[in-house]
């Protein structure tokens, strides 16, 4: 996980996962619409698994 993602994750989270998968870009995009944090912490999980 490098800085970029990092920063990107916290800035705008589904792009932050843009190559992990349309799955987990769907995923992390209902969660920021649910709230800006539960996205960001569901980013970093996705980031962190790979």
């Known amino acids: 996980m490098s800085i970029f993602r990092v920063i990107l994750s916290v ?3 589904p792009l932050a996962v843009f190559d992990k998968g349309c ?3 769907l995923i ?3 969660l920021t619409l649910c ?3 539960p996205g960001v912490i569901g980013a970093l999980v996705i980031l962190n698994k790979s």
Do not use: A, D, T, Y
């Open 11 to 13: 800035i705008f989270p």
């Open 23 to 25: 799955g987990s870009i």
């Open 28 to 30: 992390v995009l209902l």
């Open 35 to 37: 709230g800006w944090i």
